[in-house]
């Protein structure tokens, strides 16, 4: 199994910045891609961002290209998202997730995931 842990939420003014930490433990070889996905109240959960582990590929969705950046330190198999110039429809409960294979990585199709954090922007 693997554990993976969030950190980093919090309440932030519109036009703020937030980073989020992802601390995964347990049995993480074999992990390929780690990302970030978000839910807001009343909606279904949607993709944020993805990388891949090896190599550090990425993908984002269109609503926050420009404006978040995902990277990791595999030393310390932790994930982040540096969140920059955030507007109030960003408020979400935000969601790490691995998984063992490198395909359909925008998708929810992952194989763990943390109990999320709250980002909440005030306008």
């Known amino acids: 199994q693997v554990q993976l842990v969030e950190s980093g939420g919090g309440l932030v003014q519109a036009g703020g910045s937030l980073r989020l930490s992802c601390a995964a433990s347990?049995?993480?070889?074999?992990?390929?891609?780690m990302g970030w996905f978000r839910q807001a109240p009343g909606k279904e959960r949607e993709f944020v961002a993805a990388i891949y582990w090896i190599g550090g590929g990425t993908y984002y969705a269109d609503s926050v290209k420009g404006r978040f950046t995902i990277s990791k330190d595999n030393a310390k198999n932790t994930l982040y998202l540096q969140m920059n110039s955030l507007k109030p429809g960003d408020t979400a409960v935000y969601y790490c997730?691995?998984?063992?294979?490198?395909?359909?990585?925008?998708?929810?199709?992952?194989?763990?995931w943390g109990q999320g954090t709250q980002v909440t922007v005030s306008s």
């Open positions: 997730a691995a998984k063992r294979t490198a395909v359909f990585v925008t998708t929810r199709e992952y194989d763990y």
């Open positions: 347990g049995r993480t070889f074999g992990i390929t891609t």
